[in-house]
């Protein structure tokens, strides 16, 4: 999923709403749809009652097939001009070690892609990664999808992360056209820290079209952020590094979600929002 001269600090900008704001404000304002069943079956499943849980049906994990890795496209067919992150993290509960490996905290995961296609090009491959056991719901709301498990998949940032891929099919779309890829997971267990979190996104080597990348987080009510939220980035070299260029930076009054669009993109860095709640 997904990069310049700097200035001295961030530069807010909150009256002018993009596009991609627009449908931040169409979430937010949303009712969230993320169904939870209780089960009974064993003392595991009662357990997870009496301490307040709701858990999924275990049929809920997805059963992908692995590759060894993921083939990339050539960036040459395609161009990504804006890339919108969406963490909505409202049907967030803490989870004990003993039931991580149950479906029992649902966190929805939500990537808006605007592509054009330059060239002849059936399929377009992006990398998605978890760090939990539980093995995400990956679906593309826009076009047919597979998704795949990389086995041999190297994670600069977390050496732990698992990675999963999509192929997303793209051969209907007329070459030198623009269209939306709409990509949402749905990851069990994640942000599990009581104390500390956080998410990213990040940029390929090719960015000369990528106009926007944005990354917003959304919390449930019984969490807010508490002090600074770190804007973070992180090199091709794995050094981080405060976030010191040109940006756009929102977080709401009650400090239930935050808004970042990062202008000062830098090809292969990752940008990292860290916080504690």
Not at 198 to 211: G, R, S, V
Not at 235 to 251: C, H
Request: aromatic letters at 10%; a positive charge; one cysteine or more.
């Amino acid at each position: 999923m997904a990069k310049r001269p700097l200035n001295t600090g961030p530069e807010v900008q909150i009256a002018r709403f993009s596009f991609w704001q627009a449908v931040i404000v169409a979430i937010i304002t949303a009712a969230s749809t993320l169904l939870v069943t209780v089960l009974t079956r064993n003392k595991e499943d009662l357990r997870s009652s009496q301490i307040g849980y709701k858990s999924t049906e275990l049929s809920l994990i997805p059963s992908y097939k692995e590759i060894d890795t993921l083939k990339a496209t050539p960036q040459e067919k395609y161009k990504l001009i804006k890339d919108m992150s969406i963490f909505d993290l409202r049907g967030w509960k803490y989870v004990p070690d003993s039931l991580l490996s149950r479906p029992i905290s649902p966190i929805k995961f939500t990537n808006y892609l605007h592509v054009k296609k330059i060239r002849e090009l059936d399929s377009i491959a992006f990398h998605l990664g978890s760090s939990t056991s539980t093995i995400p719901r990956i679906n593309c709301l826009t076009h047919q999808s597979e998704v795949r498990i990389i086995k041999n998949a190297h994670h600069k940032v977390n050496s732990n992360m698992k990675s999963y891929g999509i192929n997303i099919d793209v051969s209907d779309e007329p070459i030198n056209s623009e269209f939306l890829i709409v990509v949402e997971s749905i990851y069990y267990n994640s942000f599990n820290n009581p104390n500390e979190e956080n998410c990213e996104t990040y940029t390929d080597n090719e960015i000369t079209f990528l106009n926007e990348l944005g990354l917003m987080v959304i919390l449930p009510e019984s969490k807010a952020f508490k002090g600074e939220i770190k804007r973070i980035k992180i090199s091709s070299d794995e050094k981080e590094s405060a976030f010191t260029g040109l940006s756009n930076w929102y977080v709401d009054k009650d400090n239930r979600f935050a808004y970042w669009n990062i202008k000062n993109l830098r090809p292969n860095h990752h940008y990292k929002l860290k916080w504690n709640w």
